[in-house]
């Protein structure tokens, strides 16, 4: 139950703590009349890609399944959304 889950937190670009915030965030501008978009969803493919790392050339068979030393994508700290320019093409 705990795998379906994070399943579904993955697919919708979500860790445990912001679904809580983009549920809060989803109530209050519905109140306004508004919408609100999680920045960090780019649709359930997409999601899964970037989740997996299969980014910038990557495959599954060598950067998922086999043991590998490769560097991870980005630092850690920033992260790409939704209204970043040129996000179309990544990953």
Request: charged share 25%; with cysteine.
């Amino acid at each position: 139950m705990l795998s379906l889950w994070h399943s579904q937190l993955i697919s919708k670009g979500e860790t445990c703590i912001e679904a809580n915030i983009n549920k809060a965030e989803t109530a209050r501008l519905k109140e306004l009349g508004r919408k609100y978009a999680n920045p960090y969803n780019f649709g359930r493919k997409k999601n899964w890609k970037i989740f997996l790392g299969l980014v910038q050339g990557r495959t599954f068979w060598k950067h998922v399944l086999l043991p590998s030393a490769h560097e991870p994508i980005g630092d850690g700290l920033k992260w790409h959304t939704i209204h970043d320019d040129g996000i179309d093409e990544w990953p």
